[in-house]
């Protein structure tokens, strides 16, 4: 498995329109193989733009140093044709987001410099925090595609600081439900839509400046899409997203007719749902017939009173991250990639949940425990290609505290943790690998932007699971409270179910938290908790470690050595 590093891109450069001397620029019935390769490039220079875009002007660091967001590009009936090198859980939701948006808001009411907002988890949606920026592009009056973006909001209301209400039994309780509303226009910003959202969350300010950050996204985008219209014609921007489509269907399905056909099945457990202390299965059934793959989550655990739950497109977002990722990790991802996997969840099931159920932690639990499920259930039949468990779990802390002057500030953190290790290496340490691809806000932004100071950050030694190839070590990272009041809130997993070897290899050490270690007062802090920090507290976290691949006598013994003296194991 390869995991490719998020590098901002450089703008694009402006070049003078040339048109192709043999042929019309505006009729295009058939593509030529040279345009469609320069046309699928520009389109996802135009998501990775968007991307940079939205991180150089967000306000919050959640988004300009963590980079929780993604952008991608849909034609006018909403079927995802690029993306940017973003986060998979956003992505494989946004192949869903704009078709829904359109059943709610016909595209006839939309128009030219239009930008809508929403987030409502059942309409193309994965949890309330993660705001969606939709804006229809035009040529000559003719819709001809849609920008969208994703950005993660640090405060979307609720009853907690971030949003993150560990002990919420509806969707109510987590924040503002945005049904689709227009915030932008060619008239320019709606103020009276804007200020009822901020009215009704946290640290307004700043999410005002991540809003508009997501306009300038969409804009830019909007632009150069215009670019290449002017270049090429609309018709021939059209023939070129059917085109992609079916290359990307066609790469997809010789990709899974590659792989053995057979039936597997395949399971992993959520600790708890943060409301009721029991563990919850996710169970999936895989099943590879010929050129197609269906994933049935049947038997997984009812929909939960707490906010494990998801959408069914988080659903479809584990399978099209799992299969990309075993079979055809080098097919441009887009709607033909995904048209042969077919995705089963029944009604009011933990992954496809009743729209009143809290989802604000399933969205990055529950789809990465389903993704854990899938590889349990392929590795008898791609052994070479699966991996062991890893940081499956976002390890999501909020400290959410008011400045002297009576502002919020809140800070949202992922930790990530040891990559399992694959058949023919060891896992990495310290990585945010599966679903997520967030990165870590620096030590310095941390203390500079929050009343916080980072007294450790460091591998967890000892942490890694044993096998022929070992997994990666997660690690240690303390905060010490510099502010009269504090509130913390913890929204992860993997406390009592650690990271599992596959194929006889061992299991990574499980995540842990403690509140002022090596005191009287130490205690345990809970996986799915909020509560009250007075200045000097001490949260130390200790991430999880990788699980194994294979057995750990087949590892050579120099190696078992150096591992055991570099403290891996």
């Known amino acids: 498995m390869v995991h490719h590093a998020r590098l901002p891109r450089p703008a694009l450069r402006r070049r003078p329109a040339r048109q192709p001397a043999h042929r019309d620029r505006r009729v295009s019935p058939a593509v030529h193989p040279v345009t469609l390769e320069v046309v699928r490039n520009a389109l996802y ?5 968007m991307s940079v875009v939205l991180m150089r002007s967000a306000r919050s660091p959640l988004l300009k140093e963590a980079g929780d967001l993604s952008s991608a590009l849909t034609d006018a009936e909403g079927r995802l044709v690029a993306q940017g090198r973003d986060i998979p859980i956003h992505m494989g939701v946004m192949a869903f987001t704009v078709k829904e948006f359109l059943k709610r808001v016909p595209a006839e009411r939309l128009r030219e410099g239009d930008v809508w907002f929403l987030n409502l988890p059942e309409v193309g949606g994965n ?21 969208i973006n994703l950005a993660h909001w640090a405060d979307i209301g609720g009853a907690v600081p971030g949003s993150y209400v560990p002990w919420a039994t509806e969707s109510y309780q ?3 439900r945005i049904s689709p509303i227009r915030l932008f226009s ?15 969350i946290r640290a307004p300010d700043e999410r005002r400046g991540d809003i508009f950050a997501q306009f300038a996204a969409d804009d830019v985008a909007a632009r150069r899409l215009g670019e290449l219209v002017e270049r090429y014609g609309a018709d021939t921007l059209r023939a070129c997203f059917d085109a992609l489509h079916a290359a990307s269907e066609a790469a997809m399905r010789a990709a899974i007719s590659a792989l053995p056909d057979g039936v597997w099945t395949g399971e992993d457990w959520l600790d708890d749902d943060g409301v009721d202390d029991k563990p919850l299965p996710i169970r999936v059934r895989v099943e590879i017939r010929g050129d197609e793959a269906t994933f049935d989550f049947t038997g997984t655990a009812p929909q939960a009173r707490g906010p494990v739950n998801t959408t069914y497109y988080i659903a479809c977002s584990s399978v099209y991250y799992a299969m990309k990722t075993l079979a055809a990790p080098e097919v441009p991802p887009n709607d033909g990639c995904y048209r042969p996997l077919r995705v089963i969840v029944p009604p009011r099931n933990l992954m496809n949940a009743d729209a009143d159920r809290p989802v604000v932690g399933g969205n990055h639990e529950t789809s990465q425990r389903a993704v854990d499920a899938i590889f349990n259930a392929l590795a008898p039949a791609l052994p070479d290609r699966v991996t062991a468990s890893g940081p499956t779990t976002s390890g999501v802390l909020i400290f959410g505290a008011r400045t ?14 040891g990559e399992g290790a694959g058949a023919t290496r060891d896992g990495g340490s310290a990585l945010r690998v599966y679903m997520s691809n967030v990165m870590n806000t620096p030590t310095e932004v941390v203390e500079a932007e929050y009343p916080l100071r980072v007294e450790e950050h460091a591998l967890r030694p000892g942490s890694a699971g044993d096998g022929r190839q070992r997994g990666g070590l997660g690690f240690r990272r303390a905060y010490r409270v510099v502010a009269p009041e504090v509130t913390l809130t913890s929204m992860l997993d993997r406390r009592v179910v650690p990271p599992w070897g596959v194929l006889g290899g061992g299991d990574g050490l499980p995540f842990r938290i403690t509140l002022n270690p090596g005191t009287p007062g130490a205690r345990d802090v809970g996986g799915k908790v909020s509560l009250r920090l007075t200045r000097g507290d001490l949260v130390l976290i200790e991430t999880c470690g990788g699980g194994g691949f294979g057995p750990p006598a087949e590892r050579p013994a120099e190696a078992r050595e150096a591992d055991r003296r570099e403290g891996y194991v």
């Open 174 to 176: 987590e924040g503002v």
């Open 404 to 417: 002297p002057d009576g502002r919020w500030t809140i800070f949202y953190e992922t930790h990530g943790g």
């Open 45 to 49: 220079a135009i998501a990775e733009e």
């Open 186 to 200: 060619a008239a320019g910003p709606d103020e009276e839509n804007i200020g009822l959202i901020l009215a009704n």
């Open 127 to 147: 949890h309330l925090p993660d705001v969606k920026a939709i804006r229809p592009v035009f040529a000559g009056g003719r819709l001809v595609a849609f920008a």
